[in-house]
């Protein structure tokens, strides 16, 4: 405990030490979300020091060791832990350089749709009216479709590619942020605070994002880590479709495209980059559950 | 009942227009020619690309050109397939029963195994059943389906060699589709094998495309009890001193299907998503394969028709769920 709020900022207020220290009482009582939480960090820290750790280069390919299996396995070498791709490339380097790609793309995808729909959202709950109505409108749009398969028009029309990707995708996640943030506005901005602070004299854009936004972030923090998540997966889903990061990108999802064809021959090259995407994505919604945990007292119980 | 109906349809119907207005401004923000892209024809002459033109009505006003589309479209004129040169509203039908047979046959999966599922973590809270379904449940949710698909195809049609890779038939059995759907039309025929050899190329889609429902049913059923559970109408069940079986299935389950039913209505935008990987990933020639392939091949008429139809069919059973909820609980009609 003591650790904890050591190594947070010191703050002159001390209702706010005072919940984060609350906040990570609730967080570390759920023992998933403090391994997923642990298991992330490795994650982080294996992405930022990719090219010191992968044993080779994601991309070289070695002509006299393709398809080669992992190391414990007859025909395995020491020099390739984890075995070789169709074309000879080391899958453990690869599958090491393509935790920055998934990592990129969830903070990408989650920021530009987290701001995004934040904005749109306050102003849709602050002013309610024709704007509102407006707003929505257009929300209800983009929810009628199936998430994927508008990301996949998206990329088609845009062109295939990672950034395109995560464009779609942050587009089509856009409207859960928006919804979120303006019925938590639309609860808030009747308080007495609220009113308080406009007798006082504050103007839109304060009273907006200075008073009310800040009370409305915990359903928003938890709604980010599920899009977090779920950008990973309809990121890698996007490259395994050919519509995503295009080879010879180690991003899993491609790298299981260009896998399918073996997949009775080398159990390897379709098993681990999945094994990756399912690692990676389970840690972080273990997260996500210790948050809502942690986050919305009415949660807390179950 | 009829007031919620109709302010459910002031809604319905603007977000249609704006489905409408997306579907038919998609072929124009394409990059390249709209003219040359649905014809088909990549070189052509000026007077051939002004003939064209002006057949497929490219030289009226563009308000013009909507309001004839929008009113193509209201009488199932989706226009035709640039590849096939089929409507796109006939290949539609003849593909949609394959993806209705197995998203029906995953979300009865879903329920089937979710909901007893969370009861029983339910009951058991706390419990190494509990941990162990939840886990599951959290590994089920986390799952990226198309290597879950793979991953399957290796193991059970590899390894144990139990079902078949792809399709949904084996190419020995012919007979007349009467409903599309090949469980019933195989029994129908009355060929020998026909029915388990439609079923055993059902069962690995059926599990791909029912496990994040699966799970997403589990939690959401476990929640929902729990809330029941500790109610006060729960207690003085139990203090008459019904069995356990009877408080909870009679008492409890009722009420706390009531969240639970909204979930598995929201699972069917999630299916159709859902079901472009799975029909990818098995060949199975439904509508999420069919969209796969008309964006590989730039058959940019099916991806605007068919955009328009699936946003469509979601809209409407999104009503259904709606209505069907306005019935089992009063309360939300106002």
């Known amino acids: ?302 | 009942m009829f007031r919620f109906l109709l302010g459910r349809l002031a809604v319905l119907i603007p977000t249609f227009i704006g489905v409408s207005i997306i579907a038919f401004s998609f072929i124009r923000l394409l990059p390249g020619d709209p003219v040359a892209l649905l014809s088909g024809e990549r070189v052509m002459s000026p007077e051939r690309h002004a003939e064209i033109s002006h057949q497929l009505g490219f030289d009226r006003p563009i308000v013009v050109q909507y309001l004839d589309y929008l009113w193509g479209v209201l009488q199932g004129d989706f226009g035709l397939s640039i590849v096939t040169k089929r409507p796109v509203i006939d290949q539609f039908l003849e593909l949609f029963p394959a993806t209705v047979e197995l998203s029906l046959c995953a979300i009865i999966f879903a329920v089937v195994v979710g909901i007893p599922a969370g009861v029983i973590a339910a009951i058991k809270r706390g419990s190494i059943f509990d941990q162990i379904i939840m886990g599951t449940a959290l590994v089920g949710f986390s799952m990226p389906i198309f290597w879950w698909g793979l991953l399957l195809i290796i193991v059970v049609s590899g390894i144990l060699q139990w079902t078949p890779v792809s399709g949904r038939i084996s190419l020995m059995f012919f007979f007349p589709s009467v409903t599309g759907f090949m469980l019933i039309d195989s029994l129908l025929s009355g060929q020998e094998g026909a029915f388990q050899s439609a079923f055993s190329h059902l069962v690995l889609p059926t599990i791909v495309l029912g496990t994040i429902p699966l799970a997403v049913i589990a939690r959401q059923t476990r929640s929902a009890m729990l809330e029941v559970l500790s109610e006060d109408y729960v207690r003085t069940a139990r203090a008459k001193g019904l069995s356990t079986f009877r408080v909870v299935g009679i008492h409890a389950l009722r009420n706390a299907m009531i969240p639970v039913v909204t979930t598995i209505g929201l699972q069917i935008g999630v299916m159709l998503a859902g079901a472009i990987l799975t029909e990818t990933i098995f060949s199975w020639p439904g509508i999420g394969k069919w969209m796969v392939d008309s964006v590989f091949r730039r058959d940019y008429a099916v991806i605007q028709g068919g955009l328009l139809i699936i946003a469509g069919v979601i809209m409407l059973v999104n009503l259904a769920v709606d209505l069907l909820y306005g019935l089992i609980n009063p309360r939300i009609r106002h």
């Open chain 1, 1 to 302: 405990m003591t650790e904890v709020t050591a190594t947070t900022p010191i703050s002159t207020d001390p209702s706010r030490r005072a919940r984060l220290a609350e906040f990570w009482y609730y967080f570390s009582e759920n023992r998933g979300a403090v391994i997923g939480l642990i298991f992330f960090l490795f994650l982080v820290l294996l992405a930022i020091c990719a090219p010191l750790i992968a044993p080779h280069d994601p991309t070289i390919q070695y002509r006299e060791a393709v398809l080669l299996p992992p190391f414990w396995q007859e025909g395995g070498r020491a020099a390739f832990l984890l075995g070789t791709d169709a074309v000879g490339r080391d899958m453990l380097s690869r599958l090491i350089y393509g935790t920055r790609f998934s990592l990129f793309v969830g903070v990408i995808v989650t920021t530009l749709s987290l701001v995004g729909g934040i904005l749109i959202g306050v102003i849709a709950g602050y002013f309610r009216g024709w704007v509102d109505t407006v707003i929505m409108r257009i929300m209800d749009i983009i929810l009628a479709f199936p998430s994927l398969l508008l990301a996949l028009v998206l990329v088609a029309v845009l062109g295939p590619g990672l950034t395109n990707a995560m464009i779609a995708i942050a587009l089509v996640f856009q409207p859960h942020f928006v919804r979120l943030t303006r019925a938590a506005v639309m609860t808030e901005k009747t308080r007495d605070y609220v009113v308080a602070a406009k007798v006082a004299g504050a103007g839109h854009l304060r009273l907006m994002f200075k008073t009310i936004l800040p009370n409305c972030m915990a359903p928003l923090i938890v709604q980010a880590t599920l899009s977090f998540s779920s950008a990973i997966l309809d990121a890698a889903a996007l490259g395994f479709l050919g519509m995503g990061a295009q080879p010879p990108t180690p991003e899993w999802g491609t790298m299981l495209a260009e896998a399918r064809e073996f997949i009775l021959r080398a159990w390897w090259v379709v098993t681990l980059p999945g094994l990756a995407i399912l690692a990676t994505v389970l840690a972080i919604n273990l997260m996500g559950d210790g948050l809502r945990d942690a986050l919305d007292p009415k949660l807390k119980r179950s």
